[in-house]
């Protein structure tokens, strides 16, 4: 071989050995000296679960990181959402700025701690004017803020029953509905009634101390009553008799009081017998028309299908209030400059034309350039609802911070009092998280409770025992929260007996509004009360009713006797397939009482 050939074949040799090696070095050093992260500036964005799962924020939120956005200075802006309910938000964000430290958020049972916020969006803004008032200074600026997306509060019901009252050519209101629950004759005042509705009209909307709807909906009340818009109201308003009757004149009338939107769709889920009106913004009436409503379905939260009955929003001729989903930025020492900078891009993208069209598809109202005309707007329409409404509008965030206060003190005086009794399975089904997830509940519930309720408690597994007698919450509560933590399971279901022995707790306690909340997951397997006669009891008649078995899977399979086939048609039989009525669903006439009649068993 020439010597030419041989030098040219070792300097390739030579430069592919270095090739190799330096590859090799590299990929060592990097492996050992890792190259620095990419610099990049966080937004923690807290959102309502209206907002969360309406227009999916985390998945516009990925869209927008993976697009690799950055500020002039070159670090990469990442965008983080978390579902943070409203009051639950506030109060955690308050807490942070005054030295209280996190607070546990409760998110269906499950409680957990979320990042410092760079952006808070309650449904209502009302909320942060109260953050900014306890802690003494100007956390957030709703008022300066940007709207990502906007929503009504009005009166959702049924479509036959909006028309027998006049709707749409009547403009209706609270004041209907107040004059329609306060008559004597209910429905039947109304000859185009359907007798299948019942005698009394059912109103139901969510607690203003846990919801934004509950929470507008009083602003609003002391609004209407005083003749003010709420952003004019005075401490002298809210103190004012005539307000006062009014407003515990209304809140005199409610059914239900739910702890919040996911509870409410339930109630809504569960058929007419259980709400005629029901106080809601308009996306949550959109979500239940398509299916993506929020509910609890066989003890699960669940997206919930479609309702099938047709229904309708009233714009309240009152005013209607609105929700408008700031986009506040805090002001707290953990938010920098470059935060800031990278919040306002985020929000400047949620509000271009695309990402609106999501928001406005999802059942919410525009807020920057685009109508309700828009192709992807659902206002219009199929859904029930009018985008030319309100014909007048109310603002809660605008209420003064001392009125607030001074309203939310109030909630104890014009709420109606109530007599619960909570009946706890502790029977060895409820083994593990059941029972833990009950106890969790309960706390929560005492916890929420107005101080003018009146409260008992009995558990049972074989039998019926620690019995707590009704007494006012501020004597109970905490006698009640030590008992319940105390149990283990175990045991068998002796539910039907126990439910009875709640029924007659509740009806020896003196009050008017009167509630036995069941807890259980099982079906009974022990018990000496049959079903039948639970029904009996609780629905005061004696009218012929179905037979059903005792216990286990032969409750409600029993033969009927004669004088039950002759009441095939009553509303207390057990319906298609004969099949059982759980206690848990037993629901009737909260005032009863006034008639002679026994206490809700639901």
């Known amino acids: 071989m020439p010597d030419s050939n041989l030098t040219r074949e070792r300097l390739v040799s030579l430069v592919v050995t270095a090739l190799v090696f330096f590859t090799v070095s590299a990929v060592v050093v990097r492996i050992l000296w890792p190259a620095p992260p990419e610099p990049r500036v966080v937004v923690t964005h807290w959102v309502t679960g209206h907002l969360y799962f309406g227009p999916d924020l985390p998945g516009m939120a990925a869209t927008y990181n993976e697009a690799g956005h950055r500020l002039p200075s070159g670090e990469r802006i990442e965008v983080q959402i978390y579902n943070a309910p409203s009051s639950e938000g506030a109060r955690d964000l308050l807490s942070r700025v005054t030295g209280g430290g996190q607070v546990s958020q409760d998110l269906g049972g ?23 008032h306890k802690a003494g200074r100007k956390v957030v600026d709703p008022e300066a803020s940007r709207s990502i997306a906007r929503s009504y509060i009005g009166i959702v019901t049924y479509r036959d029953m909006a028309e027998c009252m006049g709707w749409p050519e009547k403009e209706l209101g609270y004041a209907d509905i107040l004059e329609l629950r306060a008559d004597p004759r209910g429905w039947e005042r109304y000859e185009c009634a359907n007798p299948s509705w019942g005698k009394r009209p059912i109103v139901a909307y969510t607690d ?106 009233i714009y309240p001729k009152e005013g209607s209030m609105a929700r408008n989903n700031c986009t506040c930025i805090v002001d707290a020492d953990w938010v920098t400059d470059q935060q800031v900078e990278a919040a306002e891009r985020w929000i400047d993208h949620m509000l271009a034309d695309e990402q609106h069209r999501v928001f406005m598809d999802s059942g919410f109202r525009p807020t920057a350039g685009l109508t309700v005309a828009d192709h992807s707007s659902k206002i219009p329409g199929e859904f029930g609802l009018d985008g030319t409404k309100p014909t007048k509008e109310l603002t809660p965030a605008l209420i003064k911070p001392e009125v607030a206060a001074a309203i939310d003190g109030s909630w104890e005086d014009v709420k109606r009092p109530g007599i619960v009794t909570f009946v706890v399975n502790t029977s060895g089904s409820m083994m593990g998280p059941k029972l833990q997830q009950t106890k969790d509940g309960m706390d929560r519930a005492l916890d ?91 629905s005061n008649t004696e009218r012929p009713i179905r037979r059903f078995g005792g216990c286990g899977r032969s409750a409600g399979h029993g033969r009927p006797r004669d004088e039950d086939r002759k009441g095939q048609h009553d509303r207390h039989r057990a319906g298609p397939g004969d099949r059982p009525l759980h206690p848990d669903l037993l629901h009737r006439n909260r005032r009863r009482r006034r008639h002679g009649g026994r206490p809700d068993a639901c």
């Not at 990042?115 to 969006?121: Q, R, S, V, Y």
Request: contains cysteine.
């Open 448 to 538: 929420a409770m107005a101080s003018n309720n009146s409260v008992g408690l009995l558990s049972f597994d074989d039998t019926v025992n620690s019995y707590i007698p009704v007494a006012p919450l501020e004597d109970n509560s905490y006698l009640i929260a030590d008992t319940v933590q105390a149990p283990r399971a175990r045991g068998v279901t002796a539910l039907y007996d126990a439910v009875k022995a709640g029924i007659e707790m509740t009806d020896a306690a003196e009050g008017e509004d009167r509630t036995v909340v069941v807890l259980t997951d099982g079906l009974a397997n022990r018990c000496q009360t049959r079903l039948d006669g639970l029904i009996r009891m609780e």
């Open 208 to 313: 203003p101390k846990t919801s934004s709807t509950g929470r507008s909906v009083l602003i609003a009340l002391y609004a209407m009553a005083s003749g003010k818009p709420p952003e004019d109201l005075t401490l002298d308003d809210v103190s004012d008799p005539e307000v006062v009757e009014y407003v515990k004149r209304f809140q005199g009338l409610i059914d239900h009081y739910m702890i919040g939107t996911t509870v409410l769709n339930t109630k809504i889920y569960q058929g007419p017998r259980f709400g005629h009106f029901f106080l809601m913004p308009e996306d949550n009436l959109i979500h239940l028309k398509e299916g993506r409503a929020r509910a609890v379905i066989g003890g699960e939260v669940v997206t919930a299908p479609r309702i099938k009955r047709p229904m309708v929003m």
């Open 110 to 132: 499950n409680k957990r701690h979320l990042p410092d916020p760079t952006i808070i969006t309650p449904s209502g803004a009302h909320w942060l004017v109260t953050v900014n």
